[in-house]
């Protein structure tokens, strides 16, 4: 009886193995390219960036985030295929009003984000200009777009890594916003 | 020129190639220590756009500005340790190519040795069980004694009846 346990042994195994590897394949939250947010729970990092040259809006900077409003703040750039396809969704955000709209202009030039901003709409109330992606590397960015949603004392609550979607506006960013706003 | 001078230029170019790297001149910083520790580091960054390259070998952007960022921190006085807390508190250990050492990594890096040491045990009590059964083969019945004997009787050729031929 032990031996033919043993012999089952092989197949056991498999079965666990192969368990683990449809789980990580199929759960979308365990995708391994996605990496993991470390930037979640800390206070948003220093930063006093100036305007984009020819938008009219003012800069941003760490004391603009800690007045009291729970904000998202948008990497984006005039380049980035992505940030265009996000776009409406920021756009309708603003519209909405629950929650203030800043963006970080990043490696980008100015003239071609006053032409994005003008083609796309603008829904920041305050855009700081990041050419270097100084701000970005204290943020955690590694690409654009990233969203970040920030509480009424600048603490970070939430990273979005990529373009938000509409699955994860409703899925994830809403109960945050819900919690911040009301 | 023969197949084995090629052969030989062939080993000698790839014995000189150095490795990929993707710092330029302008990045080097002019003390040769500091340049030769940011080196050393650069090489166990993750360049977060492209992710199995370092930021030593990667030409991305971000890998450039990280680079310049991990020379002025050590220009800062920063020791190779801060230089990579720096980085882990906004990028997470994704972004060094050696994971650390914690309680939730040590599975990780004990695992294999541990895989080793339990297929060792299952080995040596296989062995073991193996020997102790072919030492000591169990005595006949009396039942299987007096059966051995009748096939072995049955064994010798009857005269009357001639060998099988199939």
Redesign the interface.
Known sequence: MSARLFYLLPVMLFAVVAGYFAWGLTDPDRDP?K?????VG?PI?EMDLPPVEGLDLPGLSSADLKDGRATLVNFFASWCVPCRAEHPLLMALAEEGELRLVGVNY?DAPAAAVAFLDELGNPYELVGFDP???T?????V??VPETFVVDAEGMIRYQEIGPLTDKILEERLRPIIEELGG | MSLRAGLAALCLTLLLAGPLQAVEPSERLDDPVLEERARVLSQNIRC??C?NESIDSSNA??AK??RV?VRERLVAGDTNDEVYAYL?????D?VLFEPPMKPTTYLLWFGPALLLLVGGIGVGVFFRHQRATAAAPAPLSEAEQTRLARLLESDRPAASEPPERT
């Open positions: 390219n990496v993991p947010s470390a930037m800390q990092p490696s270097r992606a100084r970005g590397i204290d943020f955690g590694s690409g | 977060l756009v992710q952007d971000l500005e990280l960022l882990v508190r906004r990028y997470g994704f």
